[in-house]
């Protein structure tokens, strides 16, 4: 499905020439029909010789409507430069030229209208030559020229078949599954409610589908959908669709806000971007300047951060980073345009390379700027790994996303960065490849540098601790769960770190006594030789020896904890649990008392040491006895 967008100085006939080619005229408003003046946009389509239905969306030629012209010109497929033979080249004619060539709308004709009124057959060659002249060097230099007259149809059938051809040279539109659709026009319908219009891009809508709307951050559904008011299950990338929304009212929308499946666009109110600035204009960019700010189908005021330079002149081309008055939805690839508010003219455009800049650029910093210079002109993996570098930690197809790559495409690319080592996956085999997490490589070195700083500064802060609470360290590292699970997945694997349920430590760390405190261990422990199953309290061990050092000697295993208050020596623990099991298998049970009577103990340590079994699924109670546990 293609859609194709006329462009021209006002009077010179694009919507006569609309109305000829399809039999409806786009003029809709009662003010244009009276002024014989487009003033918003127009929409039709037309059937090509091959029966390719295409959409057109007509737009004003008036120098005071040019901002409405904005609105509609920027998702087209192809352009028609409309020139009337009797006037030739005139200054709007001039600067929708150059929004195109700004925009890049390479594939189109120039199509010189009125030739009724024209009967110097030189007089055309000579409106030709000025023509050739003035597209020189611009998107349309090499178009064809189709002399035609709407009132008598002359040429028309040419017109068409000239349409046809430069169509069927530029490729489909890629369908990125991503759909996102700018619109143009609101309006209610009886019976049906409200209904959006626009040119959707980079993916399909169903009847059924969840939608969004941004940035309103509104919710709906659609109810129906129309292609050239035919009914549509699906519409497909490049068409012109109408969508029939249920959930929300006409007067919650308006023309730039963006129709997305959810969850799979943001918007932004900074942008970083590559600009050409027209040489006509009046006087170079400062920074700091107030512009008006076009994509898609929004608008909305900006200022200017000059990156590099103290101002861009006339006819030169540099980075800038917009800061948005109201947020807008683009992604990289996006072409836009600038005009100065007062006195109104169009200053340049370019392509947005960065969508969702996390920070205000340092003016004067080269490393941004070399950044942007590799997303604008480097190879799909350079692309892909400045997307990784802008978005830190993020599942492999968002960064396909991010990058606007086609989806072999990216994968060669992924292929690369990591052979080279300049992508990490954090996620083993049993993830689905472009749902693993990845980043860049100076982002994993900083990941990774400051997860062992801080596992290290806690091993010198408490030595005596086996290693750093899980839940301390993700805090600390500001991550989400899903990334800090990875990252410690790939640590371990690494071998470079131990994970032990409730702590992290360094793969090699020990727990490493002072004398003075292996004095007092030897003291603590010279009263568990004392009487093995009758020892100290926990109170009583941490009085001898402080809680932290007690702490290591358990975290060690030295002791063992079997309840709030009772602790046994490793080896005595042992011997307990082997004898109490030994009984079990002869008897089949034991009860609190022949466990007291056997170690020459009192009831507290029997009974905590039973329970302690029956916590571990060694035993279970059975009245006044206790069994194994099936």
């Not at 169903?206 to 509104?218: A, H, T």
């Not at 994509?295 to 800038?320: F, H, Q, Y």
């Not at 003219?345 to 700027?369: A, N, S, Y």
Request: hydrophobic share 40%; net charge negative.
């Amino acid at each position: 499905m293609r859609v194709i967008g006329t462009a021209g100085h006002v009077d010179h006939g694009k919507s006569t020439l609309i109305a000829a080619l399809t039999g409806t005229h786009p003029d809709r408003l009662k003010e244009e029909q009276a002024r014989e003046m487009t003033i918003e946009l127009g929409f039709g389509w037309l059937t090509l010789p091959n029966g390719e239905e295409v959409g057109i969306v007509d737009v004003p030629g008036h120098r005071d409507f040019i901002e409405n012209m904005l609105s509609g010109i920027g998702s087209i497929d192809a352009a028609l430069l409309v020139i009337a033979a009797d006037e030739g080249v005139m200054p709007q004619t001039t600067e929708h030229l150059a929004i195109l060539d700004l925009l890049q709308i390479r594939t189109g004709l120039i199509v010189l209208t009125k030739t009724d009124l024209v009967s110097d057959s030189g007089w055309l060659d000579l409106v030709e030559i000025d023509i050739r002249a003035a597209v020189t060097g611009t998107v349309l230099s090499d178009a064809p020229i189709v002399r035609v007259s709407a009132k008598t149809r002359s040429n028309l059938s040419s017109l068409l078949s000239n349409l046809e051809s430069i169509l069927k040279q530029k490729p489909a539109r890629a369908d990125l599954n991503r759909p996102r659709l700018p619109i143009d026009r609101v309006f209610s319908m009886s019976g049906f409610g409200t209904v959006v219009t626009g040119t959707l891009l980079d993916g399909q809508f169903s009847v059924g589908d969840e939608i969004d709307i941004l940035p309103r951050g509104l919710k709906g559904r659609i109810r129906g959908l129309q292609t050239h008011r035919k009914k549509e299950e699906r519409a497909m990338p490049g068409s012109r669709t109408a969508v029939n929304i249920s959930g929300v009212e006409t007067n919650e929308l308006q023309r730039g806000d963006m129709l997305t499946h959810p969850n799979q666009y943001l918007s932004t109110r900074r942008i970083d971007a590559h600009l050409h600035l027209l040489q006509e204009v009046s006087s170079p960019l400062k920074h700091n300047d107030s512009v008006k700010f076009f994509t898609g189908a929004s608008e909305t005021m900006a200022t200017v951060r000059l990156l590099g330079v103290e101002e861009l002149n006339t006819g030169a081309d540099g980075w800038i980073q917009l800061e948005l008055r109201n947020p807008v939805v683009v992604v990289r690839g996006d072409r836009y345009i600038l005009r100065r508010p007062s006195p109104g003219e169009t200053l340049g455009g370019g392509m947005v390379v960065d969508p969702q800049p996390k920070d205000r650029h340092k003016r004067f910093d080269e490393e941004p700027i070399r950044a942007l210079e590799s997303l604008l002109q480097g190879s799909p993996a350079d692309v892909l790994y400045e997307a990784a570098m802008s978005l830190n930690i993020a599942p492999f197809k968002e960064m396909v996303s991010h990058s606007r790559l086609e989806a072999d495409v990216a994968t060669e690319a992924l292929n690369e960065l990591v052979t080279t080592g300049r992508l990490i996956l954090l996620e083993d085999g049993a993830v689905v490849p472009h749902e693993k997490l990845a980043l860049a490589l100076p982002h994993w070195q900083m990941l990774y540098e400051r997860t062992m700083q801080y596992i290290d500064s806690y091993h010198r802060e408490f030595p005596l601790r086996r290693g750093m609470p899980r839940e301390e360290l993700k805090s600390k590292l500001k991550i989400a769960p899903r990334a800090f699970n990875a990252l410690l997945s790939t640590l371990i694997t690494a071998d470079t770190i131990a994970d032990h349920a409730a702590h992290i430590e360094r793969v090699g760390h020990e727990i490493k006594f002072t004398e003075q405190e292996q004095a007092k261990i030897r003291t603590l422990l010279r009263r568990f030789d004392a009487n093995p199953f009758i020892t100290p309290s926990v109170k009583d061990c941490q009085v001898e020896v402080g809680e932290e050092l007690l702490d290591a000697l358990i975290e060690s295993g030295e002791l063992i904890s079997v309840s709030a208050d009772v602790i046994f020596r490793k080896q005595d623990y042992e011997a307990l649990t082997v004898r109490i099991k030994e009984m079990l298998s002869q008897a089949g049970k034991i009860s609190l008392a022949e466990v007291r009577d056997l170690f020459h103990t009192s009831r507290k340590y029997a009974q905590a040491m039973l329970e302690h079994l029956d916590a571990l699924g060694v035993t279970v109670r059975d009245g006044d006895f206790r069994r194994f546990r099936k």
